[in-house]
């Protein structure tokens, strides 16, 4: 396969790497709670200029976490995993991904 078309397949060297996640909140957890820690959850990411894409309600919270262009790195993933290690209180369990391919990885 030739360069240019790995390039726009995001194949070989071309490739993206990202994690999937979710989070379980514990039952009866406030709504305005949820929301402060998605927004504590998005500062991170944007503060290391990464996304996510998933969704979220009061009772779980769930996504894939990628960057614009490019990967994922290791080390991002270990930040995010501190994190939510770290912001655990009103959560029942989180499950963080290993790092796999975002386009063709499902």
Not at 35 to 63: F, I, K, P
Not at 64 to 92: A, C, M, N, Y
Not at 95 to 101: F, I, Q, S, T, Y
Request: glycine share 12%.
């Amino acid at each position: 396969m030739k360069k240019r078309l790995r390039k726009k397949l995001h194949k070989g060297e071309f490739k993206e790497l990202g994690f999937s996640f979710d989070a379980k909140f514990k039952t009866d957890t406030d709504l305005k709670i949820v929301e402060e820690w998605l927004q504590e959850l998005a500062v991170l990411l944007h503060e290391r200029g990464l996304e996510m894409g998933g969704g979220w309600n009061s009772d779980v919270c769930g996504g894939f976490i990628t960057r614009e262009r490019g990967s994922v790195t290791p080390e991002e993933r270990d930040v995010l995993k501190k994190w939510f290690g770290e912001h655990d209180q009103h959560l029942d369990n989180v499950n963080v991904g290993e790092l796999k391919d975002a386009w063709y990885g499902w």
